[in-house]
């Protein structure tokens, strides 16, 4: 498995905290080390630094390399830079043509991609949890982790699952974007709809093939040589993998 971390969005949800040219994910909130600092550690408990990419973009490029150095120099080289900022699809698939470009990875592989702005605890079952989404992704899912809902939050999107199998996970029946509070309180009685994470796991051949019939614009641009796809990313739709 490999794990790409995004750090490039810029945290706008926690201004004035978290600014354009400071955003959340560099933030400090509930400890001494920074949000991002707190994801590399989660990741390490599960990967080595040699299956970890970093993605951000060239505003935040020298924020970014003295952040990971403090925690592992080694994951300093693993730094991968977007051309233009885009969203999480088109960065999603850069990171993946850099997996098999310059990695030589499996398309049958899986890639866990996160965030780099949580705030998770317990380590332990974050660890659980991601083992357990290769497992699923290597059946040909695209797993998606959700959270519990704790309040109709109006900030965030949802997804609606079906009862979960004998396995431990669920099925998603339908993503719902960012809705107004009534339809969250609809959502949080339910007790099935659960916040989207911005987590997910999948082999690169399965999101491949979800962009060849989804996104043909990405998997298009995406099908040129990375040096290709760097030089045309500006032609990237700005659109997130939800």
């Not at 991601?130 to 695209?142: F, H, N, P, S, W």
């Amino acid at each position: 498995m490999k794990a790409l971390i995004l750090a490039g969005g810029s945290g706008t949800r926690l201004w004035p905290l978290s600014r354009e040219t400071f955003p959340k994910q560099f933030l400090k909130i509930n400890s001494e080390k920074s949000l991002l600092q707190q994801t590399i550690e989660r990741v390490l408990k599960i990967l080595s630094p040699e299956d970890i990419i970093l993605l951000t973009n060239e505003q935040y490029r020298f924020l970014v390399i003295s952040e990971v150095r403090e925690i592992s120099p080694t994951l300093s080289e693993r730094i991968f830079l977007e051309p233009v900022r885009r969203n999480t699809a088109p960065a999603i698939a850069l990171g993946m043509k850099y997996c098999l470009e310059k990695l030589n990875t499996s398309p049958d592989e899986v890639l866990f991609v996160c965030p780099s702005d949580h705030i998770i605890k317990p380590i332990n079952k974050f660890v659980e949890y991601v083992r357990l989404a290769e497992d699923v992704a290597k059946q040909g899912y695209l797993v998606a982790f959700g959270i519990k809902p704790l309040y109709p939050e109006t900030g965030y999107g949802y997804f609606k699952v079906k009862n979960a199998d004998k396995n431990g996970y669920f099925i998603v029946e339908k993503f719902t974007e960012k809705r107004d509070f009534e339809s969250a309180k609809k959502f949080l009685s339910k007790g099935n709809f659960y916040w989207n994470s911005g987590m997910f796991a999948f082999t690169i051949k399965t999101m491949l093939e979800e962009l060849k019939i989804h996104a043909p614009e990405i998997y298009n641009l995406f099908n040129q040589p990375l040096e290709d796809m760097l030089s045309n990313f500006h032609k990237m739709p700005d659109i997130s993998i939800d």
